[in-house]
């Protein structure tokens, strides 16, 4: 063929092609995704949005009416492009071509979305990429700062009933922008946060009843991987996991349950279990088939952090009684056992344990309870196990704000302990870094053994603490793996329901992560059947045995 030919054929191939390209059909879920990121984008970004000029929820639902009567890509390119002339002068932001020192934490960061070719016409890509280069700097309404961790602020509320289809789309699209802006850990989720809301779009869609307006926000919450999330509905509480319980305490190890103490009831039944019944299935499913039915509702960083969350759960219904098969001296036995409300259950107050102790005669190991111990307790505390060879903290539990004066009085030296990522607000889904450092010079140090106990429980602060023990000398971590949930929390609401997740990100020093892996002990150890039908507390057993053997 002539090269002439050839060339003229070429660009009619690329032309109709063009044509094509820009005339395609979009489908409904394609559209309101774009629809979802273009409106949070403006929200956070668009100086004239940001500084709350307008009624932002109203244009939403402006936008979402305009959307249905569209069918390619060139109307919708025409209602952005249109939409975003409306707004305002965007000025140039000299400020924003500015460098400083900081060290920036990326791995959240992609606006790719805006060059999609897809999705949008080079007018459109042309129009978004001018407000991210020239965005908001400074205050914004929708949220503010306290210290380096934001809060949102200025959000309409709709109720926690299902009214409208409108209404359900805004608080979706409002909550996957919250995580797609401010989310430390967005990367480390299992599922990518794009394909999350391409999956959600028509669950939101199909709303239709509270019962599943709450279903649908809880397992939306639920893709975060995240310990620090929840939502607080009572419907779901009620509803889907009871209001009635098996009138015993339990605890889990193995896939099971272990039974460990009976409660009695204001009717003064007896109680079908034993303690030291080991219940293997309930209802038909065994505990792990629980966790996995339980677990699409409820966040977790990882399978431990799940376990941690819904075993509170398993003895729970909304009927009379619950069918339980299980182990009880060597024979397996199926029970029906009946549940009471929680107002007919008789709890015994529980014993409140000390804040130090000495655990052996000799007064050369100390224990600390890190739960209960508070700031003006150290310094006695300390007093009397400074000259002790070992002292074992106890953190599988929540501390109150201990770590500054004890990494003072155990510690050798100033040290990094931790790295913090900060949201960087004037310029939106990037992070920076910070190290932390802890502990003071100091020559009269504790000189002994640190050792501390650690599992599931030990979440957040918790796990920022047993960080401070490890720049111990002689620290040893001992016990499971911790939750996998640090970095502060932003608490919020969502469709007028209670709920959270991470707010900083949290790193050992060398940038390695902590974020659903937890802290991994230097021994593990994990309770067992056997050992807490003997009642015993195998992770603290494990501890003596290293203090007295030295591994």
Sequence with gaps: ????????????????????????TLSETQKLESLCKVWGFLKYYH????????DWDHQLFQKLNEIEKINDKNQLNELYSNWISSLGKVEI???????????????????????????????????LSYIQNNRNIGDNYYFGKGGRKVFFRNENSYGSKFTSKEISLLELFRYWNYVD???????????????????????FIKINTTETYHLTLAELVTKMDDSHAFLFSPFISLNQYGRRKIPVEYAYAEGKLIVTKINSNKLNEENSLQVGDVIYDVNGKTIPQMVNSFGKYIPASNSWGKIKKVKILFLFTNKDSLDIKLEREGQNLAIKVKTYLLKDIINDKPTIPEKWKFIDGEKKIGFVNMGI??????????????ETESIIFDLRNYPKQTILPLSKLLLPENSIYYQFTFPETN????????????????????????????DENTQSQAETTTMMFKQHPRAKIIGSNTSGANGDIIRFNIA??????????AYYPDGKETQRIGIIPDIIIKPTI???KKGKDEVLERALEYIKTGK
Excluded at 98 to 122: A, G, H, Q, R, S
Excluded at 497 to 504: M, R
């Design 427 to 454: 310029y939106l889904s990037q992070f920076y870094s910070r190290k932390n450092s802890i502990g003071q010079k100091n020559t009269n140090y504790y000189k002994g053994n640190v050792v501390v106990l650690v």
């Design 530 to 532: 056997e050992g807490i």
């Design 1 to 24: 063929m002539h090269y002439s030919l050839m060339r003229s054929f070429s660009i009619f191939i690329l032309l109709l092609l063009s044509i094509t390209f820009s005339a395609q």
């Design 181 to 203: 802006y401010f989310f430390p850990y967005k990367y480390k989720t299992d599922q990518n946060w794009n394909d999350v809301l391409t999956e959600m779009i028509p669950k």
């Design 93 to 127: 932001c000299e400020q924003c071509k500015k460098e400083d020192n900081k060290v920036y934490f990326l791995k959240n960061f992609d606006l790719n979305w805006i060059n999609d070719p897809v999705i949008f016409t080079e007018d459109v890509t042309q129009k």
């Design 373 to 386: 111990i508070e700031r003006k307790d150290l310094d006695e505390m300390y007093k009397n196990l400074k």
């Design 47 to 54: 100086p004239n949005v940001a500084k709350g000029n307008l």
């Design 496 to 505: 007028d329901l209670e709920t959270s997740f991470t707010g900083l990100g």
